[in-house]
């Protein structure tokens, strides 16, 4: 066979000739209108927490006047359990769950022995609730609840409760050595406080945070604010980060200009309070010896 010779090869008996409009074929979904390809790129690059959000199955219980124990066999680790409108009811959770929501519930008691997966727990409009937690939860949302009382077995176990338009909330630990952790709040005391407070709006976030001065660890409960680019944080927050700042800018005057100029501190967010008020998270310690002992 020649370099230069011309070499045909066979097309398949079965295979129509293709035209210059028919060169590609796209399959869509027509509830997406996606291709199939894009579909699986899609899902490829869903965080794993949505891609559970959107797969889970949600369990609903609804009792009156029961005592109900869940093991394995009652509960799927993909399902989320969703307690609705149950009254008079102590609940036991041995099994695994994906997420836990308790919801217009009355009377009632739950402890959670079982691995909950997303480590989250959602409380609302409840009235006269215990949740005692002896599996990790890190994140629980309460809001519209009259009367909750949330235990953590440990410290380890817990990271934040984030609530809202809540009234006697109480958190706190069984482990001995955090029992003197507790928080006993609501809005109508956070209002007295701080008559600024919208309860339609403002939300609060519990959490554990280590003093910078005595390096104790103290449960603090403190008000979420909003930064005028719309980022949530707190005026405790929003204060170490500005100190941050102006540390960095001073030192940097220093070895441009010299040690003879000072800059001034910017001041403080919020509403002034004295050393010797009551705290505004709700301690009921003086400020200087609660959120204020830091400054």
């Known amino acids: 066979m020649l370099a230069n010779e ?28 996606l291709t199939e390809e894009e579909e699986k790129k899609l899902k490829e690059n869903l965080d794993n927490g949505f891609t559970q959000k959107m797969n889970q199955k ?22 989320t359990l969703f307690f609705k409108g149950c009254e008079n009811c102590k609940f036991v959770v ?3 769950s994906t997420k836990i929501c308790i919801e217009k519930c009355k009377d009632c008691s739950f402890i959670f022995n079982g691995k909950v997966i997303t480590q989250v727990q959602e409380l609302w409009n409840n009235i006269n609730v215990n949740v ?13 609840c009259n009367g909750a009382v949330i235990c953590f077995n440990k410290t380890d176990s817990f990271n934040r409760v984030v609530w809202a338009a809540t009234e006697k909330l109480k958190i706190h ?6 029992a003197h952790h507790v928080v006993d709040t609501g809005i109508t005391e956070m209002k007295k406080l701080n008559p600024t407070i919208n309860e339609k709006v403002d939300q609060f ?17 403190e008000l979420i604010i909003r930064l005028d680019n719309g980022f949530p944080t707190t ?12 540390a960095n800018l001073q030192k940097l ?5 010299g040690k003879n100029i000072h800059l001034g501190r910017r001041k403080d967010i919020g509403p002034k309070i004295r050393r010797n008020d009551p705290c505004k998270c709700g301690s009921k310690k003086k400020y200087k010896n609660c959120c204020g002992s830091d400054l």
């Open 94 to 96: 041995a099994a695994m």
């Open 173 to 178: 630990f069984k482990d001995k050595e955090a």
């Open 132 to 144: 005692f937690n002896n599996t990790v939860i890190k994140t629980v949302q309460v809001d519209l």
């Open 253 to 257: 005057t220093n070895e441009l200009l």
């Open 58 to 79: 949600i369990k609903i219980i609804q009792l009156k006047d029961e005592t109900k124990l869940f093991t394995d066999k009652d509960v799927e680790s993909t399902e």
């Open 6 to 33: 011309n070499v045909e090869v066979p097309k398949e008996q079965n295979e129509p000739p293709k035209t210059g409009k028919e060169k590609y074929t796209v399959t869509t979904n027509s509830k997406t209108g």
């Open 205 to 221: 976030i519990v959490r554990l945070i280590k003093n910078k001065v005595t390096e104790k660890v103290d449960l603090r409960n």
């Open 235 to 246: 005026e405790r927050e929003e204060r170490e980060f500005q100190r941050r700042q102006e």
